[in-house]
């Protein structure tokens, strides 16, 4: 069966330090990943994806990227935090080819202050 | 901004009702729709899809229905319990990657 994971899943950061979330897939290969964020009270704003290794796109400008390392393995980062960027952040994938159903990690909060 | 909204923010059920939660999306062109349900401090889970060339599909205890002519989704979820308090969310297709979320529905169940 098909996990995701990731981690950390609290985070506390201030204004102006780096930021690094990871996920990783298991139990498929050559999967669509998803970074969304969602503010509190709010619905899922899609950040970035990814439909191959190294191919990433963005979907807002912001101060945050996105890396595809591995197959199974996305990465979200920041170099320098903005107070704005505190929210929840969700790893998602699919199954490669095209749409279908978002299958969603457990979340990362950041607070950044 | 949203492709894709919801009618209202909140929904208070009392057990045992039927719940029906609504959305409408202004792509007309999207192909595939999935609620999911979203419990506190967790990621959302699928609850139920739907293709544009169905107008109704049922799992269990859910029913989705779809009214392309009006991009109108509903959710119906029948004897709501008190596990079905969350946040509800739909979403669509509106390309072959990526799926727009709505703002999503609290919906509250009282004993």
Not at chain 1, 46 to 60: A, K, T
Not at chain 2, 9 to 30: F, K
Not at chain 2, 89 to 104: I, T
Request: with cysteine.
């Amino acid at each position: 069966s098909q996990t995701i994971h990731q981690w950390p899943a609290t985070l506390v950061q201030p204004v102006g330090s780096p930021l690094s979330l990871e996920c990783t897939v298991e139990g498929t290969s050559n999967p669509n990943l998803y970074w969304y964020r969602q503010a509190a009270g709010r619905g899922l704003q899609l950040l970035f994806y990814s439909v191959g290794i190294g191919q990433i796109s963005s979907e807002v400008p912001q101060n945050l990227s996105a890396s595809r390392p591995q197959d199974r393995q996305f990465i979200l980062s920041s170099k320098k935090l903005l107070l704005s960027d505190s929210g929840f952040y969700l790893c998602a994938w699919s199954r490669g080819g095209s749409t279908g159903e978002l299958f969603f990690g457990e979340g990362s909060r950041l607070t950044v202050l | 901004g949203e492709s894709v909204g919801l009618h209202l923010p909140t929904l208070s059920v009392q057990e045992g009702d039927n719940s029906i939660i609504n959305c409408a999306y202004s792509n007309s062109a999207s192909d595939y729709f999935i609620w999911y349900k979203q419990e506190s401090g967790k990621g959302p889970q699928f609850i139920i899809d739907i293709r544009s060339n169905m107008d109704k599909r049922q799992g269990q205890r859910v029913t989705v229905l779809l009214n392309k002519t009006v991009k109108h989704l509903s959710l119906q979820i029948a004897a709501t319990q008190p596990g079905d308090s969350a946040v509800y969310f739909c979403a669509e297709n509106d390309n072959d990657y990526k799926l727009s979320f709505g703002a999503g529905t609290t919906v509250t169940v009282r004993a």
